[in-house]
């Protein structure tokens, strides 16, 4: 899996390839989450269309994010979950844990709601 960070839509967009599989990417996502938070950018969707295959691992990873931007005062989104994965967040129940989008624009326009 690789990851690639960009600013848009006054958030910061993550975009997954590949398969997501925890391991030496969570550390690699754990580092740039804390370097956005150093920065005081604390809002983040993470794109998932480029994703064909999560594990638990894979998801581990994600509720770790989660729980590092919240305890930052910030939050964390999904958008772009392929059906697979989206069955995954339905049969963990992390469907109700994530906020998710069907698109990157709808995640980050949702933070203007808050």
Known sequence: MSFNISERYSCNVIEFKGNVMGGPD???LNEALHDLIE???KNVVVDLKRVGFMNSS???MLIGGLTTMRNAG?????????SKI????IVTKLITV????KSVEEAAE???ED
């Open 26 to 28: 969570a550390i690699k």
């Open 39 to 41: 920065k005081g950018q």
């Open 58 to 60: 894979g998801l581990g």
């Open 74 to 82: 910030g939050d964390l989104r999904i958008a772009n979950a392929a």
């Open 86 to 89: 989206e069955s995954l967040l």
């Open 98 to 101: 994530f906020k998710h989008y």
């Open 110 to 112: 949702s933070f203007n």
